[in-house]
């Protein structure tokens, strides 16, 4: 058995351990608040710029460059990660994804990524894939559309110059505080999807006609690029609320577990203090008796 003072000392290092983790727990559900009322109230402009979209698509004969699926000579898949760590399997959970796609469609390693967030560029550097780029982008915790807008436009860019043939963004999705999805999305070229408003047309038998200033194609080459910069950063906003989602559960699991430690410490050291004294009363009954 370990003495007083050992099991003394573990009990404070455990204390202050809890301490920090408890600290941290109170930090990230805070800025979680602020994370989740971000994507919540963004997710509505994207679901309405994306029925914007359909609508002219489905009223016109319209092309674009990011509509139409081209031969895939290069892909680039993002990495969705943070910068931080302590946030329980967010972004192992992330990597495992990544790496079991990758196997499965691209078992000869032809593709390159962007990594977006420290750990990201690190799990990169780890298991040496191509990167395109050379420095990680981090992730503050205010996330702001300008921080990214740059990044989105390379991308765009790289795209319409058929330097990357498609575009496919791992990451992880919001559902509750308690639950966070790994998801991924084809970016680029932009996948047909009809929205609930259009359905809900069709099956009401009414048809909206729309009139559009100066004409549909001015309009989609203006929406489209909007669209994709927007995703991204739809995207970006709902993995900062995952992150600070998983990092509040860790450390609420991390002090409920150091609390526990701190109570089997702590009989430990009853056991031993007690286990002393029974030892002292001994010797000083066995002095008292040999002295009589």
Known sequence: MASMREIKSRI?????????TKAMHMVSASKLKKAERAIKGFRPLMAQLRTMIDNILETDDLSHPMLEAREIRQTVF????????LAGPYNSSVFRAFNAYIQEH???????????????????????????????????????????KSVTESFISDYLKDRIDKIIVFYNHFVNTMIQQVEHL?????????????????????????????????????????????????????????????????????????????????????????????????????GANAVS
Request: hydrophobic share 40%; charged share 25%; aromatic share 8%.
């Open 78 to 85: 993002i990495l969705v990660s943070s910068d931080r760590g």
């Open 186 to 286: 084809q970016l680029l070229p932009i996948e047909e999807v009809v929205q609930e408003e259009i359905k809900k047309e069709e099956a009401d038998g009414v048809k909206l006609i729309y009139n559009y200033e100066p004409n549909p194609q001015a309009i989609i080459d203006h929406l489209l690029p909007m669209y994709i910069e927007n995703t991204l950063y739809g995207i970006i906003l709902d993995a900062k609320a995952s992150e600070h989602a998983a990092r509040m559960t860790a450390m609420k699991s991390a002090t409920d577990n150091a609390e526990d430690i701190i109570k089997a410490l702590q009989l430990h050291y009853n056991r031993a203090r007690q286990a002393a004294i029974t030892i002292e009363l001994t010797d000083i009954i066995g």
């Open 106 to 148: 691209h078992p000869e390693g032809d593709f390159v990524v962007a990594a977006i967030g420290y750990k990201a560029f690190s799990f990169c550097r780890r298991n040496k894939f191509e990167t395109l780029n050379e420095e990680p982008i981090h992730v503050r915790d205010d996330v702001l559309f300008i921080d990214f």
């Open 12 to 20: 404070t290092a455990t204390k202050k351990t809890s301490q920090i």
